[in-house]
């Protein structure tokens, strides 16, 4: 039909014939050259003694990412497999300085020879340290900063929201979204894709995260989505040579449970990995919410009062391998989650005249309700390396889906604040909610002139369906017979197809590099089953396509080696989500009424930053300065009508955001470091073309500090302290918040074995408050779940050189 699209979708039967001609096409390359022997012999300086079991690790030259590993045997002898190039090889050993060399790998391989590492052997007050190690839990990065969870001791046992929560420049808020540097729209990415997962992190466990990358100003090469940046996990695959097992448990007040398993064995021809974790996290809560409100000379107050008792529990395994032959390497990887939620909330409300002090209205609603959802994700992945180490090529495809379920019942007593005898009627919703999304991905890199091009491809194909009922129940059989005002389907369909080439070079000590970024959209709403009466007929389908253009800019200046320059700029796009192009209205709370904007446009962002890294020994600080200018700022509007609020996202003139960020890790001594972290930024924003009352202006600021002592009996202390200053909206702000975790952590057995104690807000301060306001209402609310919590957690580890 004329004016109409059909979103590629690719049958069971179409997957398997692009798989094999991918496999065809890739096995079309010529393996050019193959894995070689590095070995070596790690002794001590001193007595000439082989150490055995010491840690030797090789990095790509550049690179702080561990490339392989091994440990030295009974002789102090190792092995590994290594591709020729450049590398740097770090050998450690408790009571010794780490001894770092620069090498380069012939096709014939290397012996080392015999590497001699100095003593090391502090005596501070009685108090024993040797080979302290310095925590650095984040790391700055050209592109901005790399999150080594591991390095936290709060995070052990947790989610990766708990991480998040420890990461500089991120907030996460009540409901688990998560801003960056006051953007909530942020492009988070699993291993580098698209993936359904991103739709629940805390259904992620901490255990299961090897690192996680923040882009704040990411070049042509991302996907140009969301104004706040790229946040990118980086699921544990098991990097090391040979045979490797990890254990953990954690146990937590409220009978809190967390407990992980992750086996992987590598050698120079394949590797396999895989784990599963098991997660209950019960969790209670309570929150109040007051709205004062005039209309026609009343004066009005609603005040809710809300407590909930939550049960999660969910299962995740995942599972993959890769197989190496010649410079070729073919990969999958895949993660299956499944989540049980059996949650109540309990829900009281009044509504006053304040001038006659008379009680308008009362209700208790009771809402039961249960919640399943599975969620998969997988890929297929090649990779080709070339004799010239910048020339690179990697194509893959992938598949997310999460499918979920969920039921209510709700018994509402009216006029009364008590839940005695029957209800006065009992309502209910089924919610079928089904979310796909598959990537197809190309990127190449190849020597042009005296600088690297990049080039790729990408196509994104995304799928939204949602069936809503809500109505009443009856009581004898249990159905629901539908409300016409609240039910209703709804299907969310786009394709984003996009192509892009990045040039870089380097002039002395001059780095620089141009990208630029096409993506053409193609998205469309569909509204069915719903009361027409409620919604316009133009708003029962919603077609739009555009194509845009993104270039992106880097600069890096080396003034020495203890410092560095660089400069960044980038366009991007922010698009509606689904749920905010749903334009029925949500009744389902009869004073809070959320509806969406089927006309909703995409915002378009203008990223600046200007940055320096300074390093010294054991100091190092970043500072980075940025500036965002945002067209058709998206933001939720309230407005207040006969007594009821009606939410939804409109978009404004213009958001401007100005702000300065330091990073800084200090080693203080050897047995004392910190790391820091300040970011305070200001907010302007101009929504001047709905109504004068929607433009607001103010300075917030975020503060994460984390310190790291060294205590008698190898004892280790960290503590976390995080604050978050009120941050503005269009119609109010969010209140302060700040909260301090306290933990203990000890090695046993070569650190094959640790123990750790982590209590979470230790003076029960992390409570999520706000306060909202306009031309005839203002409102107050605060939300409180239970986060003084302690953890009790052990962890195994076991690796076997091959």
């Avoid at 990208?515 to 053409?520: H, I, K, S, T, V």
């Avoid at 004892?715 to 995080?722: F, I, K, P, R, V």
Wanted: hydrophobic share 35%; with cysteine.
């Amino acid at each position: 039909m004329p004016g109409k699209f059909h979103v590629c979708t690719l049958n069971v039967k179409q997957m398997k014939n692009l798989i094999l001609v991918s496999l065809i096409f890739l096995n079309s390359f010529q393996a050019l050259s193959q894995s070689v022997t590095v070995s070596g012999t790690v002794l001590s300086a001193d007595s000439g003694k082989v150490l055995p079991y010491a840690q030797v690790a090789f990095y790509k030259s550049g690179s702080d990412k561990i490339v392989t590993g091994s440990t030295t045997d009974g002789n102090g002898a190792f092995e590994v497999g290594l591709e020729p190039g450049k590398y740097r090889y770090v050998v450690t050993f408790i009571g010794y300085e780490d001894y770092s060399q620069e090498v380069k790998i012939g096709k014939r391989g290397k012996d080392l020879g015999e590497i001699a590492i100095p003593v090391k052997a502090e005596v501070m007050k009685e108090v024993k340290v040797e080979g302290n190690e310095i925590k650095r839990p984040v790391l700055a990065t050209m592109e901005g900063m790399e999150i080594d969870p591991d390095q936290t001791i709060a995070n052990v046992g947790g989610s990766l929201l708990d991480i998040l929560r420890n990461t500089p420049s991120v907030n996460v808020s009540d409901d688990g979204s998560v801003s960056l540097r006051g953007s909530g729209s942020t492009n988070i990415l699993i291993d580098g894709r698209n993936s359904a997962l991103a739709s629940d992190l805390e259904q992620i466990p901490a255990s299961a995260i090897e690192s996680v990358e923040i882009i704040n100003n990411p070049n042509a090469k991302y996907d140009a989505s969301s104004d706040g940046g790229v946040i990118n996990i980086k699921l544990k695959r098991g990097e090391e040579i040979g045979a490797n097992a990890r254990a953990e448990l954690t146990m937590g007040t409220r009978m809190r449970t967390n407990a992980s398993v992750n086996l992987s064995q590598r050698t120079t021809k394949y590797a396999v990995y895989g784990g599963y974790s098991f997660r209950k996290w019960p969790r209670v809560g309570r929150g109040v919410t007051e709205r004062r409100s005039s209309f026609d000379g009343d004066n009005e107050l609603l005040r809710q009062e809300q407590n909930s008792t939550n049960e999660d529990l969910e299962n995740t395994i995942n599972y993959g391998g890769d197989y190496f032959w010649g410079q070729n390497k073919l990969s999958i990887e895949g993660v299956f989650n499944t989540e049980d939620e059996d949650d109540f909330q309990s829900s009281s409300a009044f509504i006053q005249n304040l001038d006659t002090e008379e009680i308008l209205t009362s209700y208790v609603r009771d809402n039961s309700e249960t919640e399943e959802n599975a969620t998969y994700d997988n890929a297929l992945i090649y990779e080709r390396d070339f004799d010239d180490e910048d020339k690179f090529f990697r194509a893959s495809a992938s598949i997310s889906i999460r499918d979920q379920t969920e039921n209510q019942d709700i018994s509402i007593y009216n006029n009364t604040l008590l839940t005695e005898g029957d209800p006065d009627r009992r309502e209910g919703s089924t919610t079928d909610e089904f979310r796909n999304t598959s990537v197809l991905q190309a990127d190449y890199a190849t020597p042009v002139l005296s600088g690297l091009l990049e080039a790729g491809y990408k196509s994104i194909f995304r799928k939204f369906d949602n069936d809503y009922i809500y109505g009443l129940v009856d009581g004898a059989s249990g159905e629901i017979t539908p409300y016409d005002s609240i039910s209703n389907s709804f299907l969310y369909q786009d394709q984003i197809h996009a192509l892009y080439a990045i040039y870089s070079d380097s002039l002395s000590k001059f780095n620089y590099a141009v990208g630029l970024r096409a993506e053409q959209t193609i998205l469309q709403n569909e509204l069915s089953n719903v009361n027409t009466s409620l919604v316009s007929p133009e708003d029962l389908n919603n077609e739009q396509q555009y194509l845009n253009f993104f270039p992106s800019v880097q600069l890096a200046y080396f003034l020495n080696d203890k410092n560095t320059f660089k400069t960044t700029y980038s366009r991007r796009i922010d698009r509606p989500n689904a749920w905010r192009l749903n334009p029925f209205p949500d009744f389902a709370d009869s004073l809070n009424v959320r509806v969406g904007e089927p006309n909703l446009q995409p915002e378009y962002i203008n990223s600046f930053e200007l940055g320096h890294m300074y390093q010294s020994g054991g100091f190092t600080l970043t500072t980075n300065a940025f500036y965002r200018r945002i067209d058709g700022q998206v933001d939720w509007i309230v407005r207040v009508e006969d007594g009821i609020s009606y939410r939804g996202p409109q978009n404004l003139n213009t958001a401007n955001f100005y702000g300065v960020e330091l990073i800084n890790t200090t080693q203080v001594t050897d047995w004392w470091n910190v790391n820091a972290s300040y970011s305070i930024f200001e907010s302007r924003i101009d929504g001047t073309n709905l109504d004068n009352s929607f433009t607001n202006s103010g300075v917030s600021w975020y503060a994460k500090v984390t310190t790291d002592v060294s205590l008698p009996l190898s004892l280790n202390l960290q503590l976390t302290g995080n604050y978050f200053a009120p941050e503005i909206e269009a119609q109010g702000r969010d209140l302060a918040r700040y909260y301090l975790d306290a933990s203990l952590q000890r090695y046993f057995w070569d650190k094959q074995v640790s123990v750790s104690a982590s209590f979470r807000d230790v003076f029960d301060t992390r409570n999520y408050a706000g306060e909202n306001y306009g031309e005839n209402f203002s409102q107050t609310y605060e939300y409180n779940r239970e986060t003084q919590i302690v953890l009790l957690t052990a962890s195994y580890t076991f690796n076997q050189d091959m």
